[in-house]
Nanobody
Framework: QVQLVESGGGLVQPGGSLRLSCAAS????????MGWFRQAPGKGREFVAA????????YYADSVKGRFIISANNAQNTVYLQMNSLTPEDTAVYYC???????????????????WGQGTQVTVSS
């Protein structure tokens, strides 16, 4: 199994920035890619971004493209989500997750991720 621990959430003003971290441990070799998802109150879990461990290829939801940057540090088994130009619509609990597949289509769906972190709250408010 893979253990995932998120950190870095908090309260930020609109237009501000925040960086989330996700530390992976355990059977990390079974992880092909890592993704970030978010869930706002009363809504379903939404894809945010994903990155592959081997090549560092990145993928983003249209809603965050150009504002968020996902990256992976292989040596530290850690992925990051740099969030810039935040808006109130970005308010949600953010989860990191591990994906055991290399099919790029699977990166966009939460159903293909088999391990999840506990989530970290991000609140964007003035």
């Amino acid at each position: 199994q893979v253990q995932l621990v998120e950190s870095g959430g908090g309260l930020v003003q609109p237009g501000g920035s925040l960086r989330l971290s996700c530390a992976a441990s355990g059977r990390t070799r079974s992880s092909v890619a890592m993704g970030w998802f978010r869930q706002a109150p009363g809504k379903g879990r939404e894809f945010v971004a994903a990155v592959t461990w081997s090549a560092g290829s990145t993928y983003y939801a249209d809603s965050v493209k150009g504002r968020f940057i996902i990256s992976a540090n292989n040596a530290q088994n850690t992925v990051y989500l740099q969030m810039n130009s935040l808006t109130p619509e970005d308010t949600a609990v953010y989860y990191c997750a591990s994906n055991p597949t290399y099919n790029l289509r699977s990166l966009y769906s939460s159903t293909y991720y088999n391990y999840w972190g506990q989530g970290t709250q991000v609140t964007v408010s003035s």
